[in-house]
């Protein structure tokens, strides 16, 4: 069974500065990787999708890191702002099927 | 409009009784999910479907049953209401490999 964890659980941040979140999966025979933001109440907002064969992949202030061979996906974002807060959810497929994280969930203060 | 859409947005039942929810999406995805997302638990599969007539359990399924008779809805049955089943269920449809999240459904069972 694929067990995904997000470390930090939450983190807090003065505008400006830069976000790494970290992700890290059991069982690297993945068929892809998805970074989601989720506000407080909301569904979940895909940020970005990175295929199994691609090593990183970008999106505005948003970049996202794939190594598959150790099981790790780092989600970078530059220059935070305060509308960033959020949770981010980092989910893997293994086939069609999705397992999440639990989350990191990010305060950013102005 | 475009995209996924759920229904109910808010539910309280009763334990015991028969609840539907509503999912519909308009891309002609041939694969759609399930999920619920509680405290602690995080997202969690209930079911899927590959396409119309095809559907396949989750991680969780005890208690739900689903069916799939056009491309574009996906309900999702609880069969004997349980307060265990009190939760926020999400539908997500897959398209490209990004899956793509309703807003999801609060349900409370009394």
């Known amino acids: 069974k694929q067990e995904v964890t997000q470390i930090p659980a939450a983190l807090s941040v003065p505008e400006g500065e830069n976000l790494v979140l970290n992700c890290s999966f059991t069982d690297s025979a993945i068929y892809n990787l998805q970074w989601f933001r989720q506000d407080p109440g909301k569904g979940l907002t895909s940020l970005l999708l990175?295929?199994?064969?691609?090593r990183e992949q970008t999106s505005g202030r948003l970049n996202a890191s794939l190594d598959k061979s150790s099981g790790r996906s780092t989600l970078y974002i530059a220059a935070s702002q305060p509308g960033d807060s959020a949770t981010y959810l980092c989910a893997v497929a293994n086939d069609y099927k999705l397992s999440f994280g639990a989350g990191t969930t990010v305060t950013v203060r102005a | 409009d475009a995209g996924i859409t759920q229904s109910p947005r808010y539910k309280i039942t009763e334990t015991g009784r028969q609840v539907t929810l509503m999912c519909h999406q308009t891309w002609s995805h041939s694969y759609m999910f399930w999920y619920r997302q509680d405290l602690g638990h995080g997202l969690r599969l209930i079911y899927y479907s590959a396409a119309a007539d095809i559907t396949d359990k989750g991680e969780v399924s005890d208690g739900y049953v689903v069916s799939r008779s056009k491309t574009e809805n996906f309900p999702l049955t609880l069969e004997s209401a349980t307060r265990s089943q009190t939760s926020v269920y999400f539908c997500?449809?897959?398209?490209?490999?990004?899956?793509?999240f309703g807003p999801g459904t609060r349900l409370l069972v009394l």
């Open positions: 997500a449809s897959s398209g490209g490999g990004t899956q793509y």
């Open positions: 990175i295929q199994s064969s691609q």
